[in-house]
């Protein structure tokens, strides 16, 4: 179960997306996310689909990989396309009627509109750490909020960065622990999947005790580890990974600027499909 | 003879919860010399640990003097510079491991150092090839083996360049095969770039690998010689909790029943060879 997680997660490959400077990849993600927003109308929706299908194969990572990321928010995708489907009335006579329930052409339309927009947002934000490691994820955050250093606040970004590597870094050892942990405590006849919330709840607890507690213990390790290495609070230090902007960085930066173009004229003369 | 890192009645001591002092170290006094491979033997607490932290001062001495290269590691002012020179690696690979891809990980030290991106670039894909892991510089770091973890935090340690490298059971979490990738990596830095080595272990044959072995028990040394020397005392190893070679102790057992034989045995092929030996006296 714990392994399936793959939100968050880092795919090693040779493409020209993971190539790019990740500062480039973190404000066109955030760029893509806006445009999402403002495409209004099922053309621009589609061109905006076009852009991130485009995208997710120029990553070099099998399209699968994405595709697993429905099988978390199918859920939500599910319930907020449902509360579309029932709430919105639009003009003329509803498609279907029963009690007090009726459906209009607009809510279908509407809630296909919002599924896929949310389902692209999913897309596009595993797209940006897929091909990014939290290394340089990070180190781009961190330098993308250097300009807080002229006002006193270089060491907190330092260290604000520092701990969102290491906790990256640590998400699947304690994924591994827990399941460990798990193991253990079943084989001395815990019982997790049954009984009710509380019960459930109360059955965590021999999980959780033990895992803050090594946790604590890594962590002591990890500083001492850390100290043996010379860290001194990020004070004089270099990267070995130099980020330059290169041509393709600009060929990125030129398609996010034809989809952010090409959304608001759509905008301003729509084109209504049906 | 020329000492990289000199120990002189050294004292560590704390004082527990209940304000009772604790004694870990008691006036050791030891030199490691430059480019030897010692071994430190010992139980669980006898100290070992705490020395090994001792020789790059991230425990300072409460008494008496740790120095390397001249350098007192009390002293504030030489702290990056005895860590770079022993570099300290830890039994736990999981927990020494910051970044999570193999490369930016070795990179760490010299990064800290302010070493230049160019430099730091070459650093890493030599320390990485010195210990076999060139090939998965762009891993993530929790998909691999334990023994090519412990690898890799070797290699972040000799990013930094340092002279010595202080191991403190570094194979004590690995299975068999894990645990022979680490020591012949360790037998190769010594022997093919003159690393100096310190092993704390508690396994009596990786302890037998070592030019000199060192053991402690209760905070002291209690011995401390070639290998051949120290496992000839097999009553005092086990008086302290320690094994002995199998192969030694059989020697050692068949000299004290008044067989002739030759009793400088560490390891299997040594043992058939003097027992074949002994039995052609016999037959005489």
């Known amino acids: 179960m714990l392994n399936n997680i793959t939100i968050g997660q880092y795919f090693p490959a040779n493409s020209v997306i993971h190539r790019a400077d990740p500062r480039v990849k973190i404000l066109l993600t955030v760029a893509v996310i806006v445009i999402l927003f403002l495409a209004s109308g099922f053309v621009a929706l589609g061109i905006c689909a076009a852009f991130c299908i485009l995208l997710i194969l120029l990553t070099k990572i099998p399209v699968k990989m994405y595709l ?15 509360l579309n489907v029932f709430y919105i009335t639009g003009e003329g006579d509803p498609l279907f009627k029963w009690k007090f329930i009726s459906i209009y052409t607009e809510g279908i339309e509407r809630a296909v509109f919002i599924a896929v927009r949310i389902f692209l947002l999913i897309i596009i934000s595993s797209a940006l750490t897929y091909t990014t490691s939290p290394t340089e994820l990070t180190d781009a955050i961190e330098r993308l909020l250097s300009p807080l250093k002229l006002i006193g606040l270089g060491g907190a970004v330092h260290v604000f960065a520092m701990m969102m590597s290491i906790a990256l870094r640590f998400i699947p050892t304690l994924i591994e622990e827990t399941d460990k942990i798990m193991s253990a405590q079943k084989a001395r006849g815990a019982e997790m999947d049954s009984g009710n919330l509380i019960k459930r709840i109360k059955a965590m607890l021999p999980i959780m005790i033990p895992l803050l507690f090594s946790s604590v213990r890594r962590a002591y390790d990890l500083a001492e580890a850390m100290e043996c290495r010379c860290y001194n609070g990020g004070a004089g230090k270099t990267k070995m990974k130099q980020l330059h902007l290169s041509f393709r960085d600009f060929a990125l930066v030129f398609g996010v600027i034809i989809l952010l173009a090409s959304v608001i004229l759509l905008r301003i003369f729509p084109i209504v499909l049906f | 003879m020329d000492n990289i890192i000199e120990l002189k009645k050294v004292v560590f001591d704390y004082t527990d919860e209940n304000d009772l002092p604790v ?18 033997l010992g139980h669980n607490g006898s100290g070992k640990s705490t020395m090994a932290k001792l020789l790059n001062g991230l425990n300072k001495p409460s008494s008496g003097t740790v120095t390397v290269n001249g350098m007192d590691t009390a002293d504030e002012k030489h702290e990056f510079e005895v860590r770079k020179t022993v570099g300290l690696v830890f039994q736990n690979p999981d927990n020494q491991i910051v970044a999570s891809i193999v490369e930016e990980d070795v990179a760490f030290g010299p990064e800290n150092l302010g070493v230049e991106p160019k430099e730091i670039r070459n650093r890493v894909d030599e320390a990485l090839k010195s210990v076999g892991m060139y090939e998965y510089r762009t891993h993530a770091p929790f998909k691999l083996s334990g023994g090519q973890k412990q690898r890799i935090a070797i290699a972040g340690i000799l990013a930094m360049q340092p002279e010595c490298i202080v191991l ?11 645990r022979s990738e680490v020591i012949e990596t360790i037998q190769r830095l010594n022997r093919e770039k003159g690393m100096t080595i310190v092993l704390i272990t508690h396994y009596m044959d990786e302890a037998a690998l070592a030019d000199r072995v060192v053991v402690m028990d209760g905070g002291k040394v209690i011995l401390d010689g070639t290998p051949m020397d120290v496992f000839g005392h097999v009553t005092e190893l086990k008086s302290v909790g320690l094994d002995v070679p199998q192969p030694t102790e059989l020697v050692t057992l068949l000299k004290a029943d008044g067989v002739d034989i030759d009793t400088d045995v560490l390891d299997v092929d040594q043992c058939v060879e003097v027992l074949v030996k002994a039995l052609h006296l016999e037959e005489k």
């Open chain 1, 68 to 82: 697993k990321n429905l099988k978390a928010i199918w859920a939500v995708l599910l319930l907020t396309a449902a």
């Open chain 2, 23 to 40: 004694s870990v170290l008691d006036e050791i006094s030891l030199s490691i010399e430059r480019g030897s491979f010692t071994a430190v």
């Open chain 2, 168 to 178: 403190d059971e570094p194979t004590a979490m690995l299975d068999p095969r894990g």
